[in-house]
Each structure stands twice: as C-alpha cells, then as structure tokens.
C-alpha cells in the first residue's frame, strides 16, 4: 500500500456516508451522528472517522457548525 492511499476501513465508511447522504437517507440539514458513535457503529477508529468527515467537508457534503456537531449540507 502505498503512504497516502486510503486504507479499507476509511474508505468503506466514506463510501457509505456518501451514499447515505445522496439517497437521502441522511437528510440535508440533519445532524451526522458523533465521532464516537460512528466509529463504534463501523467498529473504526476515532481518527478514520475524523479523516472521513474532513473529507466530507472538503467535497461540500458537511458542514461542521463549532461546539454543535456536523450536518449535511442542503
């Protein structure tokens, strides 16, 4: 594997928050659920997690919002 590739797990949860946000099963407006609680639902690290939602951001899906969480993006 090569030094910046993305590993497997970090790729299968962004995958599916991707997905989860254009089906709209995650609705624009609504609150992702925490770091903590995601990483334990994809049995991940915290930092794969925050890898993910640093990417989410950058691709526009999310937004965080400081002190109150991170919400998908209308």
Do not use: C, Q, W
Request: proline share 7%; aromatic share 4%.
């Amino acid at each position: 594997m090569e030094p910046n590739e993305p590993t497997t797990e970090y790729r299968k949860v962004l995958d599916e928050l991707v997905r989860r946000i254009t089906s709209g099963e995650l609705a624009p407006g609504e609150k992702l659920p925490s770091t903590v609680r995601l990483a334990a639902e994809f049995d991940v690290s915290v930092s794969t997690i925050h890898r993910v939602t640093t990417t989410l951001e950058d691709r526009g899906l999310i937004r965080g919002v400081p002190g109150k969480g991170r919400y998908v993006r209308s």
